[in-house]
């Protein structure tokens, strides 16, 4: 089992902004290739952005490039989201969750991939 706890969720006003952290327990957390996933009031769960064990390869939605950062700390168990010029329709829940090792690229837009899900953290964004 892994369990993963995020923060840094807050209110923010838009052009602001936020750094999320996952932290990871239970297992070696360098096993697993790691996501964001974000789900809006009355919308479907939708990805965010994703990072391969070694943090060597990441991705991106289309309407995150360029103002997120993912990256990670393997000797430190956790994995970061910076996000800059936030925008109102960023407002969500963001969670974290782990895949095993071997995804990368395009299998990690897959939510079925992830094993691990936090509980999420929520971002709000005001204009």
């Known amino acids: 089992q892994v369990q993963l706890v995020e923060s840094g969720g807050g209110l923010v006003q838009a052009g602001g902004s936020l750094r999320l952290s996952c932290v990871a327990s239970?297992?070696?957390?360098?096993?697993?290739?790691m996501g964001w996933f974000r789900q809006a009031p009355g919308k479907e769960r939708e990805f965010v952005s994703g990072?391969?064990?070694?943090?060597?390869?990441?991705v991106y939605t289309d309407s995150v490039k360029g103002r997120f950062t993912i990256s990670r700390d393997n000797a430190k168990n956790t994995m970061y989201l910076q996000m800059n010029s936030l925008k109102p329709e960023d407002t969500a829940v963001y969670h974290c969750?782990?895949?095993?090792?071997?995804?990368?690229?395009?299998?990690?837009?897959?939510?079925?991939?992830?094993?691990?899900w936090g509980q999420g953290t929520q971002v709000t964004v005001s204009s």
């Open positions: 239970g297992r070696t957390f360098s096993n697993y290739a």
């Open positions: 969750a782990a895949a095993p090792e071997y995804y990368s690229g395009r299998y990690l837009y897959n939510s079925r991939n992830y094993n691990y």
């Open positions: 990072i391969t064990w070694n943090g060597g390869s990441t």
